[in-house]
């Protein structure tokens, strides 16, 4: 048993308080300071971050476009970043890649490639490549970085069935995937704290209604209604409304939990003496609603929302890849594993499963994210 | 209890009918019906149907009536006569169809369920015992990772390493030899040689939450002063733990039935695609596809209502478990 807390919340009264101390400290301080202790939660939120970092700025940090493809390059496998090394010459070169010796079998006409060690392919950063425009508005051909001659091979995750560079298309589904968990909970959250508000705060039939569409909602299993309801998005509109119904179809199932979690915070509090005490000093509803009772459960919300993220992640994954989510020529992380539906296809090229690395890293850091922020989220607790 | 019993399968009235509504709203929402499907079919393969024809079909299939006339003769269907109307693109009754591919995939989830329980139980159990101890860690970083792959993913991934180094092809649920047998002792045998692939993809998910919510649980019981009276009073460590607290931290476990049956029921539509089960799955996706919209609705509503059941199930055996459930 620790005596540390005891000791602090026993500190002398005339000693002028220490803005460090975590007696006088403010809820939000609170939690930073139990969230900065989950080390595990910490890392996890950077690289959540930096994942969203990537989204923002896909196309300028993936090599090359989504779209740019190399038919010599059909399956090429992936490329070893070497840090330092010579060539056939001699001469000494630093962060390079070789290039590949390609033959083709002419009964089967596949490809075969092996690492050509005469052909040194350097690394460069902020170097020219294909063009595109940032954020599809100002024109430019600088990437973060890719290969100094623009043209020469370069495929880190290697190459998918037409030449594509597997690794910048990753990078490219990044924005796609990575936001509509975002959107979609942003929509579950409007959703969940109206109705679970008006539930927990009404009372009467209404929350009675609202109950009920819940516990219907909850009780149809998720990827069939999902199933069914992406199937019902006809294929020749806009990719962008696409994208748009996806995660508003995500969300329909989303919002309920959220809904709970409001609901319930709402019936506890209403009569904590906290509540009373702002009714009898004369607040109206809406003050006592916003300015006392909301902020109470804010925090506990977010956790929530943050471990709703990866759901969504996951689901538009699995939908995309059974080819009623979203579709080519949009790149998501999900259209890119369906690339790895065919074993076939899997067998010559494991390396198109490496996408679906980027979904278990952003899927577990967003968990690991939200269970620290769950366990902070209560700072008064212990 | 027998109140509580009564109450809740009348609940279930209301909900199975506002299911069958939705499913039916769903199967309706795509543009166009399966005869349009049908005509943009046939024109890829340069063939033509002559309006007479197509206008017989409309009129056969109800097509032209407003949408409540539909559905009522389509849940009048089902619940009088058990008739769930016609596959347009398998030319069969949906029923013939869907009762075996449905009894398979009640086996798979099952066979996942029995699989997370016994495997979450004992390792949730220890996990809390051994806190921060080197299986704990073990345990929670595997459950970690299972909880983080996606279902299809890790399904390609065992089907992949398994051509690659078993030299076996892990697809199916049968060998070719019994795929349209009868079912005999050495089908059974055969399926239970299958099983294990979509149980593993299924289970690892669930059984990752269940270790997380059994850990917890008991952690919060561990530290409780009955526990500390038990181990003063002399009981045997593994009797206090089992008689005691393990107890107590059962109440949730049994209520996840309700919550991971849906899930098992989701998931394994999923796998069933990437893995060629013939289970409800494929057959759905196909149907959705072909806008053969009876055989979709008809999996739609008894895959909800077999996810109903579960829940149903599930809240009974609590409320046998915890009085305090019933009386609330």
């Given amino acids: 048993m620790s005596e540390l807390p005891v000791l602090e919340r026993e500190l002398p009264a005339d000693r002028p308080a220490d803005p460090k101390s975590t007696a006088v400290a403010g809820q939000w301080r609170l939690i930073w300071l139990r969230f900065k ?14 994942i969203y970092f990537v989204a923002v700025f896909s196309d300028f940090i993936a090599p090359t476009t989504a ?62 490549g294909e063009p595109y425009r940032f954020w599809g508005l100002f024109p430019t051909d600088i990437h973060l970085f890719g290969p100094t001659e623009a043209g020469q091979p370069f495929y880190l995750f290697g190459a998918d069935r037409l030449g594509r560079d597997v690794f910048s298309r990753t990078v490219h589904g990044t924005r796609v995937s990575m936001s509509i ?45 999902w199933m069914g309801l992406a199937a019902a998005i006809p294929l020749n509109i806009h990719p962008l409304i696409v994208y748009f119904w996806i995660t508003v179809i995500l969300s329909l199932i989303g919002w309920t939990d959220i809904a709970r979690i409001v609901r319930g915070r709402f019936l506890a509090l209403k009569t904590e003496d906290f509540v009373t005490a702002a009714r009898l000093d004369g607040c109206g509803q809406q003050r006592i609603i916003w300015r006392h009772m909301v902020p109470s459960f804010m925090s506990h919300l977010i956790a929530s929302t943050t471990l709703a993220i990866p ?11 059974l080819g009623i989510g979203l579709r080519p020529p949009v790149v998501s992380w999900g259209v890119l594993l369906k690339e790895a539906q065919s074993i076939l296809a899997v067998a010559n090229a494991p390396w198109l499963f490496l996408p679906g690395l980027a979904v278990i890293v952003a899927v577990l850091a967003l968990n690991f994210l939200g269970d620290g922020l769950r366990d902070a989220s209560d700072p008064y607790g212990n | 209890m027998l109140t509580y019993i009564l109450r809740r ?75 769930f109307g016609q596959s347009f693109e398998w030319s069969r009754p949906v029923a013939d169809l869907i009762w075996d591919r449905l009894g398979l995939t009640l086996i798979v989830s099952f066979a996942t369920l029995v699989f997370v329980w016994v495997l979450a139980f004992p390792i949730g159990i220890y996990s809390a015992v051994r806190q921060y101890s080197w299986g704990d860690y073990i345990a929670t970083f595997f459950g970690f ?12 991934v065992l089907m992949y390493l398994s051509s690659r180094y078993l030299g076996a092809s892990v697809g199916g649920l049968f060998s070719a030899e019994y795929v349209n047998a009868d079912w005999s002792w050495g089908r059974v045998v055969d399926l239970l040689n299958h099983l294990w692939v979509p149980v593993i993809v299924l289970g690892t998910g669930g059984t990752a939450a269940l270790i997380r919510i059994m850990r917890a649980n008991l952690l919060d019981e561990l530290k409780k002063p009955y526990v500390e009276l038990a181990r003063a009073r002399g009981l045997s460590e593994t009797r206090l733990l089992l008689k005691y607290p393990v107890r107590v931290a059962l109440n949730p476990f049994i209520s996840t039935l309700g919550w991971i049956l849906p899930t098992l029921v989701s998931g394994a539509v999923v796998t ?40 149903l199930v599930s809240d009974l055996l609590l409320a046998w478990l915890d009085p305090r459930i019933r009386y609330e």
């Fill in chain 2, 145 to 156: 990772i299972g909880l983080a792959v996606p279902n299809f993913l890790l399904a390609l």
């Fill in chain 1, 67 to 128: 779209g740019y493809y190399n038919a010599d390059y059909t399956y090429a496998p992936p490329q070893r970043i070497r840090l330092w090394g010579e060539d056939a010459d001699g001469q000494r070169h630093l962060l390079f890649v070789y290039g590949y010796e390609a033959s083709v079998d002419p009964i089967a006409l596949t490809r075969t490639y092996e690492i050509n060690e005469d052909e040194v392919i350097g690394i460069g950063f902020f170097v020219r």
């Fill in chain 2, 9 to 83: 399968i009348l609940f279930m009235v209301p909900v199975t009918l506002a299911i069958s509504l939705v499913a039916f709203i769903i199967i309706q929402l795509p543009p166009g019906d399966f005869i349009t499907a049908l005509t943009a079919q046939m024109a890829e393969n340069n063939e033509t149907l002559d309006p007479e024809t197509l206008a017989a079909l409309r009129d056969r299939y109800g097509f032209d009536q407003p949408m409540i006339v539909q559905y009522w003769k389509w849940i009048t269907g089902i619940v009088f006569r058990g008739d």
């Fill in chain 2, 272 to 311: 069933a695609i990437v893995l060629s089960l013939p289970t409800s799955g494929p057959l759905l996706l196909n149907a959705l596809f072909a806008q053969d919209m009876y055989l979709a609705g008809g999996f739609i509503l008894l895959l909800s209502i077999l996810t109903l059941i579960g829940t």
């Fill in chain 1, 311 to 321: 759901a969504m992640i996951l689901a538009e994954t699995a939908l995309s890849f």
């Fill in chain 1, 37 to 50: 202790r989950h080390r595990l939660a910490l890392w996890s939120g950077a690289i959540v971050l930096l």
């Fill in chain 1, 181 to 225: 968990g975002l959107i979609g909970v942003a929509i579950s959250l409007a959703l969940g704290i109206l109705l679970g508000g008006v539930s927990g705060l009404a009372g009467g039939w209404l929350d009675e209604v609202i109950q009920r569409v819940i516990e219907f909602l909850k009780s149809i299993p998720t990827i069939p209604l």
